[in-house]
Every structure is written in C-alpha cells, then in structure tokens.
C-alpha cells in the first residue's frame, strides 16, 4: 500500500449492553486482509483478553461470545487515512469516528479503554469534552516491545476487570 486513502473496514462491534468500549486506532493491514479486529499473528490482543477473561479466543466465534459476556465493545478512532503500512506512526490525514454520537447511541457504555498512545491522543484532541470514564492500555501490538506479554496482561486485568 503506497500513503492510498483508507476508510475504515469493519463495523463497530457492540452490543446492547456493552459496558467498555475497546478503541484501536486503525486496522493492521493484515486485519483489513483478515476482515477482523486485531488479526495481525503477532499482535497480542486476542491472547491477552484470553488471559485476563479465561475464554478461549480460537476463533472468530469465540472472539465475539468473549466480548459480549464481557461487555466489551470493540471500534477504532481512525474512520478514513492514509498510510504506508501497518504502524501507528505511518497513518496521516486521520479523519475520526464520531465517538459523541456513538456514546449517544449506546448509553450503556460507561468506559473506554484505549489500546496505544495515538488512539487515546486523537480522543483527547478530537473528544476531550466528553465526560466518561477513560483508560489506557498498552498496546497489543507486537511492534510495542517495551512491555512484555504478562505486563500487559496484568495491566488490562487491572483496567478491564
């Protein structure tokens, strides 16, 4: 992919009753291959979530049946961009999600919980008037080596649960 604009691939996963709302910035290449939340191979996000919740995340199946006994809702912050690949640091000419009218229509969501610095920084320029409840998550990204795998399981335990 040569800096081609981008718009988001997948719908928001929600349910009626989702509690935290899960936000990425942008789907990894391989996830737009992949036509799902966070498929890259490396990228940790399904393995931590099976650490932290005990559900196995096998499959596609599985995956949507952990969020939704959780009450984890998953989106990204990034509608439409442009990039040359998969990092974060790649994406230019962001054009955001509505995430106030998004709040709106699903009032059961009381936190969001973001996975990497550029997703919570666009909230905060883009939605910093908007009053719930936020947290930070290290990235799942295999390109985050800063923070091993039982860290940042402990600290999603911790933020999530």
């Known amino acids: 992919m040569n800096s081609e604009i981008l718009e988001h691939p997948f719908k928001p996963i929600v349910y009626k009753d989702t509690e935290i709302l899960i936000l990425g ?7 737009f291959e992949k ?4 498929a890259h191979p490396r990228n940790q996000f399904w393995k931590i ?3 932290v919740t005990t559900y196995p995340v096998n499959n596609r199946d599985q995956k949507l049946w952990l969020l939704k006994e959780c009450k984890f809702g998953l989106w990204d912050m990034i ?3 442009s990039r040359e690949n998969s990092l974060d640091s790649s994406l230019e ?3 955001v999600n509505d995430i106030g009218a998004f709040l709106k229509a699903h009032p059961s969501i009381k936190k969001l919980a973001f996975t990497g610095k550029k997703a919570e920084a666009l909230f905060k320029t883009h939605f910093s008037h ?16 800063k923070m091993n795998f039982e860290k940042k399981v402990e600290i999603y335990t911790e933020k999530l649960i």
Do not use: R
């Open 25 to 31: 910035s942008f789907p990894s290449i391989q996830s």
């Open 35 to 38: 036509n799902f939340y966070y």
């Open 49 to 51: 979530l099976e650490a």
């Open 79 to 81: 509608k439409v961009c």
């Open 93 to 95: 000419e962001e054009e």
């Open 130 to 145: 908007l009053e719930i409840e936020t947290v930070y998550l290290p990235s799942p990204s295999s390109a985050y080596a």
